[in-house]
């Protein structure tokens, strides 16, 4: 996780989510996985955190901070998913603000680092419309920190990523964009 601060964190989260992919593929601290085996969402697990007797909503974010390249970072963050007012520890049951949209690095870029971020919410987040998954406006130049702040959800409570670089399956995901 070292490597992922100060790109996109300040420190590392305490906590690890699970994040599994077609039922065999998991997301390791690291670990590389193909533009295939990520194309649809994955399952994403933790442990609720302790409410105190209140519902507790979270927010669980993926994030690219390496677009085009890790070495020229100009998009720097891509938002490939968000999810607000998550209650407990489904993400399903939250309100997508931005659909899943799995790995695309370009040809020749290397690998790029895919992050996942789970934040607790001090209040529900209002929701807006949703990006859905063939669209790229509003994902380019995300920024993690920023809509923490914006949205008052301080550091991340749980974090996990992999890395990924160009396979034949990322033409075929970026014919499927129309905006």
């Not at 370009?106 to 419309?129: A, C, D, M, V, W």
């Amino acid at each position: 996780m070292e490597d992922i601060v100060p790109d996109v964190l300040d420190s590392v989260p305490k906590g690890t989510l699970q994040v599994m992919y077609a039922g065999r593929h998991f997301v390791e601290q690291g670990n590389e996985l193909t533009p295939t085996q990520v194309k649809d969402e994955p399952h994403v697990t933790w442990v609720s955190p302790e409410s105190e007797g209140r519902e507790t909503l979270l927010t669980l974010l993926m994030v690219d901070p390496d677009a085009p390249s890790r070495v020229d970072p100009t998009y720097r963050e891509i938002l490939h998913w968000a999810v607000v007012n998550i209650p407990g520890d489904d993400p399903r049951a939250g309100y997508a603000l931005a659909e899943y949209m799995g790995a695309g690095p370009p040809l020749n870029t290397g690998l790029h680092r895919y992050i996942f971020l789970l934040y607790r919410q001090s209040r529900k987040i209002e929701e807006t419309e949703s990006t859905p998954k063939n669209i790229r406006k509003g994902r380019l130049n995300f920024n993690a920190r920023d809509f923490a702040s914006k949205h008052q959800l301080g550091s991340p409570i749980a974090a996990n990523y992999f890395q990924a670089q160009y396979d034949d399956y990322v033409p075929i995901r970026n014919k499927t964009f129309t905006g």
